[in-house]
Structures are given as C-alpha cells and as structure tokens.
C-alpha cells in the first residue's frame, strides 16, 4: 500500500504542476482577494472537480464520454467561449482596484469559472483517464483506494498551497504591478489554451 501511495503521490503532482489555466486562476485569486477567505470559493471548486475527474477516471464512468464524438465536441466548443470570455475579462482587470477586480471575480464567478475550466476541458479529462485511470488499473482492493486517495489529496493541497502563496506574493506587491504581470499571463494562457482546443476539435 505504501507503493501506492508513493506512485499516486508522483503522478498527482507531476500532473497537476504545470502552469496551466486553472493553477494560474487559483493563484490569481488568492493575490487578488482582499482576504484569503474569499479564495475559498475557487480553491473548493477546483479540488472538488479534480476529486470528481479521479474518482470517475478510477471506477471508469467518464471512459464513456471519450467515445462519444458529440460530447467531446460540445465540451471543447463551450470551453473555447467560456475561455476568450475570462480571458478577456481578465486582460482587462484592474488588481489596483481592490473593490472592482474582488467583483468581478465574486464567488459565484470563482465557482462558475474554476468548474469550467475543470470540467468543460477534454485535455484535463482525457489526462486524468489516460494516465491515473490507466495507473489505477495496475491496483485493486485496498491498494487502489489508497492510490486514489493519495492522489486526490495531492489536488486539495496544491490547490490550497497555491492560493496561501498567491496571498503571500499580493501582500508584497503594494503596487499591483506583480498582480497585473499574473493577470496579462493568466490571460494570455487562456486564450492560448483556447486555441489549442478550436484547433483539436
């Protein structure tokens, strides 16, 4: 069982690193927020969507939406709009303007976002099926659940982890210039992820 554990712990971390849309958000939010309470909303959702995908992708459910053309043609055309839209919103925020960016991204947009970005991407899905699903199958029993487990403990505590940093770095930044540096990349991130999916559909 520790072995799973190790492996899970490897492959969660090693997945869920690089620099994508919804590590940027999170870490947006967490130096943007006037309080770190308020990044709860965004750090709740992406890790409760990434527990959602690894269960899935461990008992083998969502394999189904992967053979089905329509579903993942429908996922990735929502998931482009939805990724210019917050792109744009982003590009064009404000971080010295503590009031107006903490409206615009409210905890229903944090949520609504966050969920989006999780769930609405075939890529995440298709990573999370192709390789922990494909992993887990090496497990059965006890094992497999530890491997799971240790894998969807990993996303809560990135998850965390990167808004308490993002919260660390906004406080040394009285000038919103480090903040707005995070935003015009957040940005370009999204719109650069969009691409990638228009021109895989």
Known sequence: MISAAIHGFILAFGLILPLG?????????GALQPKWTNTLPVVLTAALCDTLLISLAVLGISAVV???SFLKVALSVIGVGFLLYMGYVTWKSKPSEK??????????????FAASVSLLNP????????????????????????????????????????SVVGRFLGKLDQTGKFINTINKI??????????YLMFSI
């Open 66 to 68: 992967l053979e089905i």
């Open 99 to 112: 009031a107006n960016s903490a409206q615009l991204f409210s905890a229903r947009k944090q949520i609504t």
């Open 123 to 162: 890529h995440a899905i298709m990573d999370t099926i192709g390789v922990i699903g494909t992993s887990s199958l090496t497990y059965t029993g006890m094992e497999k659940a530890v491997f799971t487990i240790t894998c969807i403990f990993v996303s809560w505590l990135w998850f965390f982890g990167l």
């Open 21 to 29: 849309v919804q590590n940027v958000f999170v870490f947006n939010q």
């Open 186 to 195: 957040s940005a370009v991130i999204m719109w650069g992820t969009a691409l």
